[in-house]
């Protein structure tokens, strides 16, 4: 495939930036008329610039204006200030249409403002590129909740089939065009044509690195690699392997600050606490909350209290999808003993009921219990401690800060200590007033948690990291808890 590098690929300073237009409501007519509010309900105009490549000609630059009426809606027109489009809530420019969005929908007109598609996009991406130009190829639109991407003709290359369509600024960084459907990924060419099946964990090009079309994929913990040639894939070969910075690179990393763990206490061994192995545990945790807070205290080299492990294996079944019986909320002792396996380094379980699970004919019901409520957790000591097989076991220490269950929901609902000290802080801190309740307490992760909340427990906990460039999950050695009461 030719590919045509532009100069600007590597520009990297966004030359074009667009001002956005405030929509003011229109004054009561009963109200006295001053000339504040006289200047409120004059149009506001905003004046804009499209840029595009020229393919064989000289680049097409053009100026437009957009004014906005009081009651927010929009028109567009020609830089001397003749009429293409009146009456809309948002333009877009392409090359050589207009996309236009009314009632909500988005439809296509020329660029004297005749309409040549109906209004049937959800919602379109034509982004511009960093260099303030945009891009002259494919634009996504989305169709029924599902995204395709039209040419700039207008017509329909890649169908409205897909759960997201990652289109590059560039075709030289990736010349076919990754598509995602039902958490999986492939790849159609940009003119359309199925290439790589939506099947694949991942999927991504290395085009700068690897001189031939290569589509790399992964499959659980498997990668291998899909080569392409004159727009035809050919059979998967595993000995195709992408490299390591390229795994770094394009790796979907499952939770925020993975690749730095993997890059700073993986690879390079530091036990240092730094903001983003903080932050790290703070959304791997956030995200598998209960994997902390029920895990039972044992020590090192013996096994947790049966009643506890009974109780976590089941909250951790009911985590993972399609384990849990939907029909008697049950789970059978092979499935207990993948989970142990996987948390506790053992499967060679004695099943036997519990206090919370009872054990018929290799069958766990759960009996019941409470357990209501979550932690933020905050990491504050982190240790290697080698081994003499070799193995790698960590130490990490981390405060919980308790919250109920429906904290978070209103300003007004009574909830936990903890909860109302991040609405107070919300109330008075101008850095926090436009925060959500989850967004506050993602905040203060950044700062020191213990300056607004209140410590309920301290975790220590012995574990190995297993897939930390994947799935990656902790299996622990040893767990303490202490009690911390507030001062």
Request: include cysteine; proline fraction near 6%.
């Amino acid at each position: 495939m030719k590919r045509k590098i532009y100069p600007s690929l590597f520009v990297f300073i966004v030359s074009l930036m667009i001002a956005g237009c405030s929509i003011v409501a229109y004054q009561d007519t009963n109200q006295n008329v001053t000339p504040n509010t006289v200047s409120s309900m004059v149009p506001s105009t905003e004046k804009i610039t499209v840029s595009y490549y020229g393919e064989n000609e000289e680049d097409k630059i053009t100026e437009y204006l957009i004014t906005s009426s009081p009651d927010g809606q929009k028109s567009l027109l020609t830089a001397n200030q003749v009429p293409i489009l009146t009456g809309f809530q948002d333009f877009d420019i392409m090359r050589d249409l207009v996309l236009a969005k009314k009632d909500n929908l988005w439809g296509l007109y020329n660029l004297t403002g005749e309409k040549i598609g109906d209004p049937i996009y959800e919602d379109i991406m034509n982004p511009i590129r960093p260099d303030g130009y945009k891009v002259n190829g494919l634009v996504r639109v989305k169709q029924n909740g599902r995204w395709g991407a039209i040419d700039q003709q207008g017509r329909m290359v890649i169908p409205p089939e897909f759960d997201f369509i990652h289109l590059t600024f560039y075709e030289e960084v990736e010349p076919f065009v990754k598509v995602e459907k039902n958490k999986k990924f492939g790849y159609v060419t940009r003119e359309g044509k199925g290439l790589v099946e939506p099947i694949w964990d991942n999927a991504f090009m290395d085009v700068l690195n690897v001189p031939e079309d290569i589509i790399f994929v992964q499959q659980g913990d498997r990668w291998g690699g899909i080569r392409v040639k004159e727009a035809r894939a050919l059979p998967l070969d595993w000995n195709l392997k992408p490299s390591e910075y390229a795994l770094l690179s394009f790796n979907r990393w499952p939770y925020p600050y993975q690749d730095n763990f993997y890059e700073q206490q993986i690879k390079k061994g530091s036990t240092k606490v730094a903001m983003e192995n903080k932050l790290f545990f703070y959304y791997y945790f956030k995200k598998n909350n209960g994997e902390l807070r029920d895990l039972p205290a044992f020590d090192r080299g013996k096994r947790p209290n049966w009643d506890e492990l009974t109780l976590y294996v089941y909250q951790m079944a009911k985590d993972k999808a399609g384990i849990i019986n939907p029909q008697d909320g049950t789970i059978t002792k092979e499935q207990f003993d993948s989970i142990t396996e996987m948390y506790f380094g053992h499967r060679d379980n004695s099943h036997r009921s519990s206090r919370f699970l009872t054990c018929v004919d290799g069958t766990y019901k759960p009996i019941g219990w409470s357990d209501q409520g979550y932690f933020i957790f905050e990491l504050t000591d982190l240790e290697k401690k080698p081994t003499a097989d070799q193995q790698e076991i960590w130490q990490a220490k981390l405060k919980g800060y308790y919250m109920n269950v429906s904290d978070g929901e209103s300003m007004e609902t009574e909830g936990s200590p903890n909860a109302q000290a991040v609405w107070e802080l919300i109330k008075k801190d101008e850095n926090y007033r436009p925060l959500t309740f989850e967004q506050a307490l993602d905040r203060l992760v950044w700062n020191n948690p213990g300056n607004v909340l209140k410590p309920t427990a301290e975790w220590t906990i012995e574990f190995q990291v297993h897939d930390p460039l994947g799935e990656i999950y902790f299996t622990y050695l040893s767990c303490k808890q202490t009690l911390l009461i507030p001062e």
